[in-house]
């Protein structure tokens, strides 16, 4: 289905709806499945492209957190754990279970984290991915080889979930689709509509791709747009108290070398208190994160010098093998929508809570905030619940707990071949190729991205630029940015051929992409 047809279907609807959700980030699609597969009409409009913001930009774990769990929040990491096992039955060819490895280097640390990780799974119950287990010091050396040797007495290893953010956000999309419902990129909210007696009743709209206007009625809309929920709230209340604090989380991507293993390593506590991660990413590492509190939101957020420093100097300490600025292949920051509490705000992130937390208005707007990607399911379900009785609409029960997303299947992963991130869409990208050879054609070396995956990201996809694609659709911005620079010169080919543009828009594209990947590069 294309975007066009999306609009169709919203202009059959007469440009009415049961639930209207802003924002396309994973809270957003995620209420948009919910509503979907209930059987309400349900439209999402996002600004930019779906996952575009903070949902593109994780640490791509599904986790309960382990370091809440130090910190006595018992509650969210039940929670956490067991929406973990949903995400891992419902979309496992997206959701996988990462062996993760604590390295001791104190007589004390292999009681004490295996202990602690023994509750963690004790927590999940029967939805618990393996049990946690100490490690001798070899074993722990063949599983991350490039682990620090000098003192190490052994280890600690635990299960968790690891995935693929921005496929996940674009697997949502197609799935509340599938259910009926319509989700459209590049459509900005820049009004809320009132009735007469001052209640919320729909939104007016603009296409940012061809300037068209939409005035859409909606029986109750929903703020899902993440860190940008106060601008939102703004329109319905121009002097609201702001709900969300930005945390920024910043990760380095560097070649598997330095891991060396499929395992991967949890560093529990850096010079910060944080926990820093090493994760194997589709044959790189992603090293992260940091929490630097901000003032200000931004759809590209840039990683401060002091983050790109912490990250290379606490991993340096635990790797044989140190990172250099020379060795990130990309470098990319996120910001965390964190809702901010009721008491007088704190400059400390970790004292924000990670919590989601619900906000209905006077004027009946519902707004959703805080969360993470693993809770998104319950996320949606909670607020889908609000909206349900705010917007009257008949009582319908939530089944996203047993709903399998688009492209499930159960085939066993391929990780050196992209493929396996489409799940069962996979063989009809083979019998596109088959049709026509040239799509067959590799982007770069060394990648298993091809032409056909371009394609595929414009026809079944919605992407409309070359960002869409290398950022979201196929990862490359994020794995190797500079390779992602190389060849967007043949992806604005391709997107030309598509979406029937010429010469002079496809060189705009390319500048406008280098611009961007830019700031992927650490210089």
């Known amino acids: ?45 996002e600004q930019h492209d779906f996952a575009k913001g903070t949902s593109c930009r994780s640490t791509k774990l599904v986790h309960g957190g382990v370091r809440y769990l130090a910190q006595g929040d018992v509650s969210m990491v039940v929670e956490a754990l067991h929406e973990r096992g949903r995400m891992r039955l419902n979309a496992p060819h997206l959701v996988k279970d990462m062996r993760f490895i604590i390295g001791n280097y104190r007589w004390w640390e292999k009681p004490f984290y ?36 000098e003192g190490l007495r052994g280890g600690v290893v635990y299960h968790d979930g690891q995935f693929d953010d921005s496929r996940m956000a674009i697997t949502l999309a197609l799935t509340a689709i599938d259910k009926g419902g319509v989700c459209l990129n590049y459509i900005k909210v820049d009004c809320l509509l009132k009735d007469a007696t001052g209640r919320i009743n729909g939104v007016h709209a603009v296409d940012t ?12 809309v929903v703020n899902a747009t993440g860190v940008f929920v106060d601008d939102v709230m703004k329109m319905d ?15 380095l991507v560097v070649d598997h070398k330095f891991l060396g293993g499929r395992s991967a390593l949890m560093i529990p506590k850096t010079k910060d208190g944080r926990v820093l991660f090493g994760v194997p990413w589709h044959g790189k590492v992603v090293l992260g994160t940091t929490d630097t509190p901000l003032n200000e939101a931004s759809l590209e957020p840039r990683a401060l010098e002091e983050e790109v420093d912490f990250i290379l100097d606490q991993a340096g300490q635990y790797l044989d093998r140190k990172p250099t600025r020379a060795d990130v292949l990309s470098i990319f920051a996120g910001l965390r929508p964190l809702a901010v509490p009721t008491h007088a705000d704190s400059k400390k992130t970790k004292e924000i809570s990670r919590n989601h937390k619900i906000y209905r208005s006077k004027s009946g707007l519902l707004t959703i905030t805080g969360g993470k990607w693993t809770t998104y399911r319950a996320m949606a379900e ?58 067959a054609e590799k ?27 290398l950022a979201r659709r196929v990862r490359m911005l994020f794995l190797d940015a500079r390779a992602a620079l190389k060849i967007a010169p043949k992806v604005a080919s391709v997107l030309a051929t598509e979406l029937g543009k010429d010469e002079a828009w496809e060189q705009e594209q390319i500048a406008d992409f280098n611009r961007l990947a830019r700031g992927y590069i650490l210089n």
């Open 1 to 45: 289905m294309k975007r066009s047809d999306l609009l169709e279907r919203m202009l059959n609807w007469k440009c009415e709806c049961d639930i209207l959700v802003i924002g396309g980030g994973a809270t957003g699609l995620g209420a948009a499945v919910d509503a979907a597969s209930r059987g309400y009409r349900v439209i999402l409009l």
């Open 114 to 149: 295996a202990i602690g990780l023994t509750c963690y799974d004790l927590l999940a119950g029967r939805k618990t991915l393996g049990r946690s287990l100490p490690m001798l010091k070899r074993s722990v050396l063949k599983e991350i080889p490039s682990l620090k040797h």
């Open 209 to 220: 791709l061809d300037g068209k206007e939409y005035q859409i009625k909606s029986k109750v």
């Open 237 to 251: 209340e121009c002097d609201i108290r702001r709900k969300v604090r930005p945390s920024q989380g910043v990760h």
């Open 382 to 439: 909670d607020v889908i619940n609000q909206a349900i009785a705010i917007g009257g609409l008949s009582p319908a029960e939530c089944v996203t707990k047993n709903l399998r997303v688009h492209g499930y299947t159960k085939e066993a992963f391929d990780e050196n071949d992209w493929n396996y991130v489409y799940g069962s869409d996979a063989d009809k990208i083979q019998k596109m190729i088959e049709k026509e050879p040239s799509f």
């Open 443 to 469: 982007l770069y070396e060394g990648y298993t991205f091809t032409a056909a995956h371009v394609v595929w990201a414009v026809r079944e996809e919605f992407a409309q630029n070359i960002e869409d694609v």
